[in-house]
């Protein structure tokens, strides 16, 4: 049963996910999928699918399969509309 715990992720800990499902990122990831809900900004989805799409990523997953991801990840995210912007991190990037 889902609770009403949100969670958000990093970029690159979506892509461990993604890429080594029993890590400790894939462990998180998949505990919030079953948990809760994962909100998710267009930026940040625009991201994900920039860097996935990166040919390093050939080795690991097909195209296909990286596709399939972001489509499947699209439907269960819960998409959110970023009305603030922040600047806590070092890397300004990273503020999304």
Known sequence: MKR???YVFDTN??????????SKPGQAFFAALDRGQILLS?????????VLSR???ASYLLREERERFLA???RKAVLVE???RVKVCR??????
Do not use: T, W, Y
Not at 42 to 50: D, M, N, Q, Y
Not at 91 to 96: A, G, L, N, R
């Open 13 to 22: 800990v979506i892509i461990s996910a993604l890429l080594f499902g029993q």
């Open 82 to 84: 970023i009305h603030e």
């Open 91 to 96: 890397d300004p990037k990273d503020d999304m």
């Open 55 to 57: 040919e390093k990523f």
């Open 42 to 50: 267009v930026p940040v989805f625009h991201e994900l699918s920039a």
């Open 72 to 74: 499947v990840f699209l």
């Open 4 to 6: 009403n715990e949100r």
